[in-house]
């Protein structure tokens, strides 16, 4: 019986870094739908105080979470509704 290998993304390289806030559901939101899409990123994790939050401003422009960063394509952006949507229409490989 012939071995079927799932073909590497056309994303191999990609580096995502996904910005998220320890038991934030939005942040768990959007991880969810990373990994039932088979993307591979990074999460940065993020201080609990906004205002302890310099990396996500420096990034994002703004202190809240999640932020998802696409290096590849230099896309950065917030709001889990709008991360998800990214997800399964740009980076899901189905």
């Not at 609990?48 to 696409?70: C, T």
């Amino acid at each position: 019986m012939p071995t079927y290998l799932k073909a590497p993304s056309v994303r191999a390289g990609m580096t995502l870094t996904l910005y998220a806030l320890d038991g934030c559901p939005y942040c768990e939101a959007v991880h969810d739908a990373l990994v039932e899409h088979d993307v591979e990123y990074e999460t940065e994790w993020v201080a609990p105080l906004h205002s302890d939050r310099d990396e996500v401003k420096r990034v994002s422009g703004q202190r809240v979470v999640p932020v998802l960063v696409d290096d590849e394509s230099g896309v950065t952006m917030s709001e889990s509704d709008n991360i998800m949507t990214y997800v399964e229409r740009t980076l899901s490989e189905a």
